[in-house]
């Protein structure tokens, strides 16, 4: 057995402590790696963060903003990769687009009928024999209005730019008879060279007149099948994709379908109200043409901004040619006393219970589509931006739901649910400078 010395113990004792001591330098701190790489430093026995330094923190910048930038080139690959393959199949994709916008418009008559013991194939054909009947009693309204009216406004064209004549050579322009007539002759000469063009154009018209019916009949054709079988095709599809999948892709049809439809008949709405009170106002004017006007102006109102500014300008300046500068600016306060009904009451009133996208979403859309795909890709662009609405918002439902959030009204916070703590989770390890300040 052997006995220490409690001298020697303690004396030990004294050096390790007197060692420890002597290390402890409060007034140098060393830089190591954890320094240098944002670790943390011991300072008095409190720990303090140590910053990683500026070339580090601009490479990590660097390095954020090229993974963005390829993000950006990659998204922007694949939509110029969709928009490719979109104009590749424009042909089959046309008919379809048209056939199901028709038939948001004519599915609830044929549902309405159909829950009434109808066949389905009896009310699908019925129904659209109806919407037949109905827009061929537009056209024979319109078209003999337009062979009669026609050789008048020409007239009263020929008589509007003799006043003009009569205005340009007058003051302050002060245009002479020698100039005048030197800027129709170069217009004429202009006219003159590009006849082969005018002639090219006329005959790609007949082509693309050919090509439009062929069109209308595949949509008609269309139109039959989506409203006798259309309820059967969620439920196929839902079969074919399998769970989980095919349940999240016929909701999104779904809400798809509701939404299209309600954007159809909203703005169908606000076309008719549109059209009836500025008609209203080109029949007591006696303004030309203006059942053909009226007609315009309904469906103008289907292309969102850009349409109706259209047909008020074709309106206006038909006023102007055909009864004076007077009438025109008459029609013109009753156009724009209509659209302010339109923008600040009807539209809010309505397409809220429809679609939710903000007057600069609709108008680049627009933009976009007519500029791409011409006055069809206008008239479709809406309701295309509004179904993509409606994919981002169930995604993000999604998302929230496994994130365990609840989504929140538009402009309010989103707010976590699931007994997910506000405060700071208990396992985070204690702030000792607050420790320090808490102290006596």
């Not at 020698?178 to 006329?202: F, M, P």
């Not at 976009?368 to 179904?387: D, H, K, Q, R, Y």
Request: a negative charge; charged letters at 15%.
């Amino acid at each position: 057995m052997v006995c220490e010395d409690p001298r020697v113990t303690d004396s030990s004792d004294d050096q390790r402590a007197d060692g420890e001591a002597g290390t402890d330098n409060s007034d140098s701190i060393p830089i190591g790696a954890d320094a240098v790489l944002g670790g943390d430093a011991v300072l008095g026995g409190v720990e303090e963060k140590a910053y990683p330094t500026r070339a580090q923190v601009m490479m990590a910048g660097l390095r954020s903003c090229a993974t963005v930038g390829l993000q950006i080139v990659l998204v922007a690959a694949a939509l110029w990769v969709m928009f490719w393959l979109l104009g590749k199949f424009w042909v089959i994709l046309l008919p379809v687009l048209l056939a199901i916008i028709v038939c948001t418009i004519l599915w609830p008559p044929v549902r309405w009928m159909r829950n009434r013991g109808v066949p389905a194939a009896a009310a699908s054909l019925l129904m659209m024999l109806i919407g037949l009947g109905v827009l061929g009693g537009v056209i024979g309204l319109i078209v003999p209005s337009i062979v009669s009216q026609a050789p008048e406004l020409a007239n009263r064209a020929t008589e509007g730019v003799r006043h003009l004549q009569d205005w340009v050579q007058g003051p302050p322009l002060n245009i002479e008879d020698e100039q005048l007539d030197n800027i129709v002759n170069a217009i004429t000469s202009k006219l003159q060279s590009s006849a082969s063009t005018i002639a090219s154009g006329v005959f790609s018209g007949v082509g693309t007149a050919t090509s439009l019916l062929v069109t209308v009949f595949t949509a008609f054709v269309l139109v039959f099948f989506f409203l006798k079988d259309g309820p059967k095709f969620v439920p196929w599809l839902d079969r074919s994709v399998g769970k989980p999948s095919g349940t999240h892709v016929g909701e999104v049809l779904t809400r798809m379908w509701n939404s299209l439809g309600g954007f159809i008949r909203t703005q169908a709405v606000v076309s008719f109200v549109d059209a009836a009170l500025i008609g209203l106002g080109l029949f007591i004017l006696g303004v030309p043409l203006a059942g053909v006007l009226v007609v315009v102006t309904f469906l103008g109102g289907f292309i969102p901004i850009v349409g109706a500014f259209v047909a008020g300008a074709l309106a206006v300046l038909i006023a102007l040619v055909s009864n004076g500068l007077t009438t025109a600016l008459i029609l013109l306060g009753v156009i724009l006393a209509v659209q302010q009904l339109e923008g600040n009451v009807l539209q809010p009133w309505l397409q809220a219970k429809s679609m939710d996208l903000h007057a600069v979403i609709v108008l680049l859309s627009v933009t976009l589509g007519g500029t791409l795909f011409g006055i069809t890709g206008a008239f479709l662009a809406v309701p295309a931006v509004a179904s993509l609405a409606v994919v981002l918002r169930y995604l993000n439902e999604q998302i929230a739901e496994r994130a365990g959030e609840t989504l929140a009204p538009e402009g309010a916070p989103v707010t976590k649910q699931k007994g997910v703590p506000d405060k700071e989770p208990p396992n985070d390890p204690p702030n000792p400078v607050k420790g320090l300040l808490d102290r006596d």
